[in-house]
């Protein structure tokens, strides 16, 4: 088996109980997440559900002028679609892979039917929900009140979170994209993290090197936002 072609890898579909898991499983489609890969549009009605198994999708608000920030990260611990069951069947958002891999989706119609069974994939995804929203809140005051060298130690650790490994693929730009910045301030930035021993960045590849240090550099947005997860979500069952 390929590494992400198992859906239990996704700590959602692994925390369904034993029923609701059994009705899922044939419904779940394997996909690949290339970068870049977009999965839905700003205003586009959703037709799937994407639960990433070893991608990372990144939610990004677009403005009018097509400049757009990101305002949350989801990896294997999520799912990437909540408006579709909060009530709406589009949003306001954009969500692109931003680092590669595997994940399954789910027709929204499936999706629907399950949540509207008002049982325990309601209540988990409920949870699921209140733990993305946190993310989203702390991640517009992070980008408001904290520097860039803190802004971007919580990127690395969120995004690392969702990730089985210690390191990122990643350009500059891309980074400067998501964190609504210039490319210029993210290259200043990762050098001063660079030369404090915390990462190692060469040719788009970011190595975390000293975890607990990147940790206290962050701001407490980080720290804010893991003790959401940890609280809200079941621990990881797919290991």
Same mark, same amino acid.
Request: charged share 30%; proline share 8%.
């Given at each position: 088996m390929t590494i992400g072609d198992d859906p239990l890898q996704n700590h959602l579909l692994a925390? !369904?109980?034993?029923?609701? $898991?059994e009705r899922w499983l044939p419904e779940l489609e394997p996909i690949d997440m290339p970068l870049g890969k977009v999965l839905y549009e700003s205003g586009m009605r959703l037709s799937h559900v994407y639960f990433p198994t070893t991608a990372i999708a990144s939610l990004l608000y677009v403005l009018e002028d097509g400049a757009s920030a990101e305002i949350a990260v989801v990896g294997f611990e999520g799912v990437v679609g909540?408006? !579709?069951f909060m009530g709406g069947d589009?949003?306001?958002? $954009? /969500?692109?892979?931003q680092s590669a891999g595997r994940g399954y989706r789910l027709r929204a119609s499936v999706m629907m039917l399950e949540f509207n069974r008002a049982g325990p994939v309601l209540h988990l995804l409920l949870r699921y929900t209140?733990? !993305?929203l946190t993310q989203m809140s702390q991640t517009a005051v992070c980008n408001r009140h904290h520097s860039l060298d803190q802004q971007l130690c919580r990127w690395l650790l969120l995004s690392l979170d969702r990730l089985r490994s210690s390191e990122l693929v990643m350009t500059q730009e891309l980074i400067a994209n998501m964190l609504g910045v210039r490319r210029e301030g993210v290259t200043e930035a990762a050098g001063r993290l660079q030369d404090a021993g915390l990462i190692s960045y060469r040719r788009g590849h970011i190595s975390v090197l000293? $975890?607990? /240090? !990147?940790? *206290? $550099? /962050?701001?407490?947005?980080?720290?804010?936002? *893991?003790?959401e997860y940890d609280r809200l979500l079941p621990p990881d069952v797919a290991s």
């Open positions: 925390a !369904l109980p034993p029923a609701e $898991r909540i408006s !579709l589009s949003t306001t958002s $954009r /969500a692109v892979v209140q733990a !993305l000293d $975890r607990p /240090a !990147l940790e *206290k $550099r /962050a701001c407490e947005c980080y720290a804010v936002v *893991k003790r």
